[in-house]
């Protein structure tokens, strides 16, 4: 069995400061993490994903997210936060060894003031 | 770039209806799913397909749900009689391969109310 945790329900930001975003995860084989964003009555679409090889990951939008297995976590950040970064960020795991189907976390709502 | 396109946007429904929701996945992709996200909540596998085969459904996915790819290009998720539960927001998506690593790109979903 697969799962995702995403511990805060929201997060709050000012524009300008750095952004985290937190993800745990547990999966019996390989993990392979994704990071999605939903804006308001859209779909998903993909910011970056965890493979292999290097322990951080850049994607689209200046965001990356750091791998840790140690601590099962792959955390979305970034340096600097907009005010239209504002959405519902969803963290993702498939397991690499019975690959499929995605599991998603309940979901992070992103809110950077100006 | 390529996307995931899906339609209708919305639809509502009356309960014990059937409904059809039509995705049209990305065009080399051979490996598709539907998701859905009840409002508000975390968004839910319902099933996998490949080769004109369900690879793998969730509990959710039970005999009143179907999916069917008719023709080459489109990729369907019919809903036989609805129930006021079934009311969330459906998402397809799509793969290249089914290897974990794979990015599933998802299209912008079909806003089912039944009533």
């Known amino acids: 069995a697969q799962s995702v945790a995403q511990p805060e329900d929201q997060v709050n930001v000012a524009e300008g400061n750095p952004l985290t975003v937190k993800c745990t995860y547990s999966?019996?084989?390989?993990?392979?993490l994704f990071w999605y964003v939903q804006y308001p009555n859209r779909g998903l679409q993909f910011l970056l994903k965890?493979?292999?090889?290097?322990?951080l990951v850049k994607g689209s939008y200046g965001f990356e997210a750091e791998f840790n297995k140690s601590q099962t976590s792959f955390h979305l950040k970034k340096p600097s936060a907009l005010v239209s970064d504002s959405a519902l960020y969803f963290c993702?795991?498939?397991?690499?060894?019975?690959?499929?189907?995605?599991?998603f976390g309940d979901g992070t709502t992103l809110t950077v003031k100006p | 770039e390529p996307e995931v396109t899906q339609t209708p946007s919305h639809q509502v429904t009356q309960m014990g209806q059937e409904v059809i929701l039509r995705c049209v996945p990305i065009?080399?992709?051979?490996?598709f799913y539907w998701y859905r996200q009840i409002l508000g909540q975390k968004v839910e596998f319902l099933v996998s397909?490949?080769?004109?085969?369900?690879?793998?459904k969730s509990e959710i996915f039970d005999d009143q749900f179907s999916v069917e790819r008719p023709d080459g290009s489109n990729f369907t998720l019919k809903i036989r009689s609805t129930k006021l539960e079934d009311s969330a927001m459906y998402f397809c998506?799509?793969?290249?391969?089914?290897?974990?690593?794979?990015?599933?790109?998802f299209g912008p979903g079909t806003r089912l109310l039944v009533l």
């Open positions: 998506a799509s793969s290249e391969s089914s290897e974990g690593w794979e990015t599933q790109y």
């Open positions: 999966v019996s084989g390989n993990p392979y």
């Open positions: 965890y493979i292999t090889g290097d322990n």
């Open positions: 993702a795991v498939r397991d690499g060894d019975n690959a499929g189907k995605s599991t």
């Open positions: 065009s080399n992709h051979l490996y």
């Open positions: 397909f490949y080769n004109n085969e369900i690879s793998e």
